[in-house]
Nanobody
Framework: QVQLVESGGGLVQSGGSLTLSCAASRSISRNAMGWYRQAPGKQRELVATINSIGRTNYKDSVKGRFTISRINAKNTVYLQMSSLKPADTGVYYC?????????WGQGTQVTVSS
């Protein structure tokens, strides 16, 4: 497994922007990487994924507002978020997957005020 550390969360007003970072303890070049979020009282949901060759996938409600990217040389994955809405509030988790083995970070809180 790989250790993941998220950062970049915080409090932002509706319409604002944040960029989350996920730093891995080792190379993630062969991992599919993803960002998930969990709102209070709700299940964790997929926000965006990026595979080892850079193909991306997004939850419908964040398309056009969020961008996932990776810099393998830095063992880091990013989630750029813009036009944030209160519905985007939650704890955001980084995920690394390879061969069916999943690793998770501890999460970073994002709060969007109306």
């Amino acid at each position: 497994q790989v250790q993941l550390v998220e950062s970049g969360g915080g409090l932002v007003q509706s319409g604002g922007s944040l960029t989350l970072s996920c730093a891995a303890s080792r190379s993630i070049s062969r991992n599919a990487m993803g960002w998930y979020r969990q709102a209070p009282g709700k299940q964790r949901e997929l926000v965006a994924t990026i595979n080892s060759i850079g193909r991306t996938n997004y939850k419908d409600s964040v398309k056009g507002r969020f961008t996932i990217s990776r810099i393998n040389a830095k063992n880091t994955v990013y989630l750029q978020m813009s036009s944030l809405k209160p519905a985007d509030t939650g704890v955001y988790y980084c995920n690394a997957e390879s061969g069916g083995v999943n690793s998770w970070g501890q999460g970073t809180q994002v709060t969007v005020s109306s």
